[in-house]
């Protein structure tokens, strides 16, 4: 793999023979299949609906008189992660930071004055209120009077909090998925191999510790996983403190109170599921009620549908609203 020219100073071109034995693909940016990436990798609200509206400025290299700028998908990616790190200790996000990612003043400065304006709308609307279905009137006029930018703006927080939500079911569901596949082999190691519980389930905690160092020396294990593994670890550790607390009298008794405490966090998950169903429910009232069928529900349900959180989420779950208003999407 290598870079054009105007991207690397020190380049080489391929001489024929080398040429002639390999196979030449040209790769060109792409702001909506980065987008599908984007959504999962969590990039943020603001940088999103920024490129929503200033699609050409996703990836650009220009030569001016001061030298070359660029912007590319990477420093997009660095400068969401960032934004995420400074917010979370409450630093001020200015031009001069969105500057060391973005190598285009211009560009840089459009977007240091794009994301004061979406702290604003953020502040303004009250998203909570919004999925929880007590929207304030001054919310739902202030959004129907309100300029398209605003309303792709608006459409990004909503989907940037249901993202959040959606995703937290996800890896809630993937972690119990773990763990059913571990305690079906402590339920081996209790009942027919007649082993005591601290052993069986220390030999799964062992197990997973060298699955996660493994998998972290590797670079084989996303984010998610880390996520459910760890997740699946912590609720081991908590059934074995359980165990250890009260007698029983066979390997049996022993598993079906540990099955007792899965059929619990279960039960969680679904309360969980059932909760976020119901703002993602407001989510679309919301919208019906202040854009109609207009454009801004089309790209509401487009959205939902790319991202992998929010189309998982539906998939399993189903959600009324979003089949009342999916039929404008024609796939084949």
């Known amino acids: 793999a290598g870079h054009p020219p105007e991207y690397n100073n020190s380049v080489r071109e391929f001489d024929i023979v080398t040429w002639d034995r390999l196979k030449r693909v040209d790769i060109e940016p792409d702001y909506k299949v980065w987008k599908e990436y984007a959504y999962k990798k969590g990039i943020h609200p603001a940088i999103l609906t920024y490129l929503d509206i200033k699609k050409s400025d996703f990836y650009k290299i220009e030569t001016t008189v001061d030298g070359k700028t660029f912007v590319t998908a990477r420093g997009w990616s660095d400068l969401s992660d960032m934004i995420k790190l400074y917010e979370m200790h409450g630093i001020k996000v200015d031009e001069k930071l969105v500057a060391q990612y973005l190598q285009n003043k211009k560009l840089a400065k459009d977007f240091a004055i794009y994301y004061d304006l979406f702290k604003k709308y953020k502040s303004d609307y009250q998203i909570d209120t919004i999925l929880e279905g007590t929207a ?39 972690s119990l998925t773990e763990l059913l596949g571990i305690l079906k082999n402590v339920r081996i190691e209790l009942v027919s191999l007649n082993t005591s519980a601290e052993a069986a389930l220390n030999k799964q905690i062992v197990t997973l510790n060298n699955r996660i160092q493994a998998g972290k020396q590797s670079s084989t294990l996303s984010q998610d996983d880390l996520y459910s593994l760890y997740s699946a670890l912590s609720h081991i550790d908590a059934i074995l403190y359980a165990i250890k607390e009260k007698p029983f009298t066979s390997g049996m008794d022993t598993f079906k109170e540990i099955k007792k405490m899965f059929d619990e966090r279960t039960k969680e998950l679904k309360k969980h599921a059932d909760s976020v169903g119901k703002k993602l429910s407001n989510a679309f009232l919301f919208c019906e009620d202040v854009f109609g069928d207009g454009q801004e529900m089309l790209i509401l349900v487009t959205e939902l549908t790319i991202s992998y959180y929010g189309a998982h989420f539906i998939s399993r779950y189903g959600c009324k609203e979003y089949f009342n208003h999916n039929k404008e999407l024609l796939f084949y």
């Open 136 to 174: 304030s009137e001054s919310i739902k006029n202030r959004a129907k009077s309100a300029q398209f930018d605003e309303r792709l703006a608006l459409l990004g927080l909503l989907l940037d909090a249901i993202t959040e939500n959606v995703k937290s079911v996800y890896l809630n569901e993937k």
